[in-house]
């Protein structure tokens, strides 16, 4: 496929255990093997989601241009996860590596395996702000309605941790 039919997708990647930095730096060297990772946000320290008794997590989000379709995406997403060295757990509960597709394009997908966009996209912070942070001007498809929008209504409680070397993005 040509770069014209190449989409521009959101990923979110999060850890809360064990090597936090080198989970996401793996997840993001491996996202190179779907695409061309084009920008990796700030790494920002959140509390946990969900269920709250457990270690703070480090999330960032890759924009990937990527000619592969959603469900594609999503199986190498949970291949990922597996390889880099995620044990399944709970639902919400801690993981060495999370990775989350957040927008697919200007796509809408409500299936039973995936929704894009992400159903949590606007409700947290840990997602909303990195996003931003690399498009500031961009739209739910769902609605039409810039993302930056949600911001009133989030809770933010991050706080920057660090930069991923930009030498990941392009395999140095």
Known sequence: MG??????????????LGDRVGYLEGAVCLL???????????VYESPP???????????CVAEVRTSLDPFELLRWAKSAERRIGRKERFRWGPR????????????????????IPHRFL???DFFLIPLLEIEP???????????????P????N???????LSGHLHGT
């Open 96 to 115: 060495e590596i999370d990775i989350d597709i957040l927008l697919f394009g200007d796509e809408v997908i409500d299936s039973r395996e995936l929704s």
């Open 158 to 164: 991050l706080k920057p941790f660090c930069c991923l």
């Open 49 to 59: 989601w969900g269920v709250e008794n457990q270690p703070a997590f480090l999330n």
């Open 32 to 42: 190179k093997e779907v695409g061309e990772v084009t920008c990796v946000s700030t």
């Open 137 to 151: 001007c961009i739209k739910n498809p769902r609605t039409g309605v810039l993302l930056s929008k949600s911001l």
């Open 122 to 124: 606007e409700e947290r």
């Open 3 to 16: 770069v014209q039919s190449r989409k521009r997708v959101f990923f979110g990647l999060g850890s809360n």
């Open 153 to 156: 209504k989030v809770f933010i």
